[in-house]
């Protein structure tokens, strides 16, 4: 049995990266897709690629948080429901606690979580009241544990874990599906759109994603699986890998784990 085919799914950060590619091959399961990013234009390239499959376009800059509401009405009035809603939108960030202006953090808290926290609002009364739904979130390795330099992703995404978990918790008795994913280095382009210090783009994609990372082809079957199989947790990361390693030691022996982290250098990856 196909678990996606006619499914709704709402994909956020739609125009690239990991979202581009679930579009893509949840397309040829069948699913019936909604997707949103800021570039309309990308999107209507990922529409194209996606072939036959049922494809909605809502673009919309998730950063707009008093917008969202807007966004999931014009949704909700165009497709009536949303099966599988995927909070994949986002955007990473590299730079030090002592030289990073205030206005980053202030910016990617509100693109990482607070977006997420609005629009699972949004869509979560319609699940309780079908008491049928599923919230998938793309977070990162650095919601589990940081490192140098990681200071603003970081407390983004251990932000989005802790909300996670407790919707988890909640949502149990109105069988309502909660997933976390939390992909390591992928090859995408996030790297070069990470803000630094003063709120700018980075421009490179180097620190790994390009020599490490999975290909995203690959990430994205892992998450695919994940969702269908409603693994509470899942780590997009080679089985045999360091980062593994390192995610094992902020487990098992955070002690140690906290030595390796002040000695990592992402520079030098």
């Known amino acids: 049995m196909n678990y996606y085919k006619n499914k709704v799914i709402w994909i956020t950060g739609a125009s690239s990266g990991i979202g581009k590619e679930l579009a893509i091959q949840l397309s040829k399961l069948g699913a ?4 949103t990013a800021r570039r309309e234009n990308e999107l209507e390239k990922v529409k194209q690629l996606c072939g036959n499959a049922e494809v909605h376009l809502f673009p919309f800059d998730l950063e707009n948080l008093e917008g969202i509401g807007a966004l999931y009405n014009a949704v909700i009035k165009d497709i009536k429901k949303i099966d599988i809603l ?6 990473s960030a590299w730079s030090s606690v ?9 910016k990617v808290m509100n693109m990482n979580y607070m977006s997420v926290v609005s629009l699972t609002k949004l869509v979560l009364p319609d699940m309780i009241k079908r008491r049928s739904g599923q919230i998938v979130t793309n977070t990162s390795l650095s919601g589990k544990f940081g490192s140098k330099k990681r200071s603003v992703y970081a ?12 919707l988890r918790a909640e949502v149990h008795e109105h069988n309502i599906k909660v997933n976390t994913i939390a992909p390591g280095y992928v090859n995408t382009d996030i790297g070069i759109k990470a803000l630094v210090e003063d709120g700018n783009p980075y421009g490179k994609n180097d620190r790994g994603h390009d020599s490490k990372g999975l290909k995203v082809e690959k990430a994205v079957k892992m998450i695919i699986s994940a969702i269908k199989n409603n693994k509470r947790e899942v780590l997009v990361i080679p089985i045999f890998s360091m980062l593994m390693f390192a995610s094992l030691l902020s487990r098992f022996l955070p002690g140690l784990a906290a030595i390796v982290a002040r000695n990592f250098d992402e520079d030098k990856q």
């Open 32 to 35: 019936i897709l909604v997707l």
């Open 86 to 91: 995927v909070n994949n939108a986002g955007i």
């Open 98 to 106: 002592n030289e990073t202006d205030i206005e980053v953090y202030k």
């Open 155 to 166: 407390a983004a995404k251990h932000a989005l874990h802790g909300f996670i978990d407790s």
